[in-house]
């Protein structure tokens, strides 16, 4: 099988052999008769580019270099394996592969791809942190034969879906796509009767799969009104995963803004889906009972803190410093009820991360991220938003400051309108860091 390694129909470095010691036929591993047949979804897509994932995993690797090994740890919440190496990603801009099509015959939706590695006819996909119930991924392929299948955490095939069309030399991908009526997919495995196609977009709500839907940060100013305030809003109804209560709201007391952070989303300065903040206060009854030992990733680590009362309301707003801007039409962002959350006895501490580069629609600068201060989970306002409080994707704030050196924080105006009507801010200092986070068993 290693003389395939020069096959032009692979998605391999061209003009490059391969020369890994000990690469053997592994016919012997690849999967044997299955015990379920495909029951799920194969779907063309005919411009990969425009792919979306409606999960809060959604791994695009875009962000990782060509030939990183997908070994554990890698990407927060999964691990990939095979029988012998490891997953490599590939990216076509290196131009040292069969694509991106039309330049060859293998595409991708942006650059970047992961593969299993030359002569091997199988990967597994495996969830760290809690089962999946929705699995899929796009597949390029020069073979007819790429299946998809779940298992749960005692190996039982769950179900199965494929096989993928032949889409080599097309600029097509096939979406596979496998779901649950609950989550008990422990893991998936790729397989094909050769090695002849690439994998991406990788979606999924396993908990704690880190990435695409989750990039989502926020830079958030303290600022203060400058226009007359408008009447308080009382008894507001919400409901997110920790109660269904009613909401007293006081004046704005910040405004966050889509942050790129680290580089991660160059487009989010450019995003119109602001976040307008407002100190919350809770109906007295039922009095809240502190939710406990609640385990939150992200970026910056695993935290465990106990939740203690809701605090603050996000809402989706527009904002411009030049005039008053017209409502979001069809807000892309979640309101969030936000809850003090404190450490939890004889759990980690959090570091401080230094260096943090942040861009926003505002300022760009470097922060230090200091400790945690609220946890804000998707809710309903208003039964506006069915079905949003049970969205796994959370924000972790933290309270951040500027690096040192850095020029002191000008004031400025800013103008944001949302549901409850229009307003004049002055921005008055960097306040907070506001992080995609996900909670694990």
Not at 224 to 242: E, H, I
Not at 323 to 349: D, E, G, I, Q
């Amino acid at each position: 099988m290693t003389g395939r390694c020069h096959d032009t129909h692979r998605p391999i470095k061209r003009g490059a052999l391969f020369s890994m010691v000990g690469i053997v036929a592994f016919t012997g591993l690849l999967l044997g008769a299955r015990a379920a047949t495909a029951t799920n979804s194969v779907t063309d897509v005919s411009d990969p580019s425009t792919y979306s994932c409606v999960q809060p995993g959604f791994l695009t690797f875009e962000d990782l270099m060509d030939g990183t090994g997908l070994a554990s740890g890698t990407i927060t919440g999964v691990e990939f394996t095979t029988p012998m190496f490891t997953w490599l990603v590939g990216d076509f801009d290196t131009g040292l592969y069969n694509g991106k099509y039309p330049s060859g015959g293998y595409t991708s939706q942006g650059t970047h791809w992961t593969w299993i590695g030359p002569d091997q006819g199988s990967g597994d996909i495996r969830f760290v942190y809690g089962p999946a119930s929705v699995f899929s991924l796009l597949v390029s392929a020069n073979s007819g034969n790429v299946h998809i299948d779940a298992y749960d955490d005692q190996d039982n095939l769950l179900e199965s879906a494929g096989p993928s069309s032949i889409n080599y030399n097309t600029g097509h991908m096939d979406e596979l796509k496998i779901v649950r009526p609950t989550a008990d997919i422990a893991y998936v495995r790729v397989s094909d009767t050769n090695n002849f196609f690439v994998v991406d977009s990788i979606c999924t709500d396993a908990p704690g799969v880190i990435g695409g839907n989750a990039r989502d940060h926020f830079m958030c100013y303290k600022g203060r009104t400058r226009t007359a305030v408008a009447a308080d809003v009382n008894a507001l109804p919400t409901q997110d995963r920790f109660e269904t209560t009613t909401l007293d709201l006081k004046k704005v007391r910040h405004l966050c803004a889509p942050a790129n952070m680290e580089g991660q989303d160059p487009t989010a300065p450019l995003d119109p889906d602001h976040l307008k903040v407002y100190p919350a206060r809770g109906a007295k009854e039922p009095p809240f009972v502190a939710v406990k030992n609640q385990k939150i990733l992200n970026e910056f680590g695993l935290l465990t803190v106990d939740v203690t009362r809701a605090v603050r309301l996000m809402v989706p707003a527009a904002a411009d410093v030049n005039m008053s801007p017209p409502p979001l039409a069809s807000p892309a962002v979640n309101h969030f009820v936000c809850y003090r959350a404190r450490r939890s006895p004889h759990t980690a501490k959090f570091r401080a991360v230094l260096g943090i580069d942040v861009e926003d629609a505002f300022k760009t600068q470097i922060l230090t991220a200091l400790r945690p201060t609220v946890l804000c989970v998707p809710a309903n306002v208003d039964n506006q938003q069915p079905g949003d409080q049970t969205r796994p994707n959370f924000l972790m704030c933290y309270r951040a400051k500027p690096a040192p050196g850095s020029p002191k924080f000008q004031r400025f105006p800013v103008n944001v309108t949302d549901q409850f009507g229009s307003e004049a801010l002055t921005l008055l200092k960097s306040a907070e860091i506001c992080v995609p986070s996900f909670k694990v068993p």
